[in-house]
């Protein structure tokens, strides 16, 4: 059984910054892709970053490149979403999600197996 709990976020203003964390539990994740998605009210669930637990491997959307930084820490079975210069059109419920057996990191979210409940991340203009 694999659970993933997310934490961190919150209301804060443009330009600001928020760190979202997701606490992994289960078998074998340092196998696992993790990723980072989100979702806007009225618009698709739609993929941000992903890493690769083993490697450190990473991939980012390029909406997000060079604001937001994907990490992990394989002692604390975390992995972290840093957030930078928020804009309000990165509002949205973020979600973490894990591919238990990833051929490659995947920005498909029916590619992963297991989800967070989701975090509300809010960024006011």
């Known amino acids: 059984q694999v659970q993933l709990v997310e934490s961190g976020g919150g209301l804060v203003q443009a330009g600001g910054s928020l760190r979202l964390s997701c606490a992994v539990s289960g078998r074998a994740f340092s196998m696992y892709v993790m990723g980072w998605f989100r979702q806007a009210p009225g618009k698709e669930r739609e993929f941000v970053a992903a890493?690769?637990?083993?490697?450190?491997?990473?991939s980012y959307a390029d909406s997000v490149k060079g604001r937001f930084t994907i990490s992990r820490d394989n002692a604390k079975n975390t992995v972290y979403l840093s957030m930078n210069n928020l804009k309000p059109e990165d509002t949205a419920v973020y979600y973490c999600?894990?591919?238990?057996?990833?051929?490659?990191?995947?920005?498909?979210?029916?590619?992963?197996?297991?989800w967070g409940q989701g975090t509300q991340v809010t960024v006011s203009s």
């Open positions: 999600a894990a591919d238990q057996t990833p051929l490659r990191i995947s920005t498909t979210a029916s590619r992963y197996d297991y």
């Open positions: 890493i690769r637990f083993g490697t450190g491997l990473t």
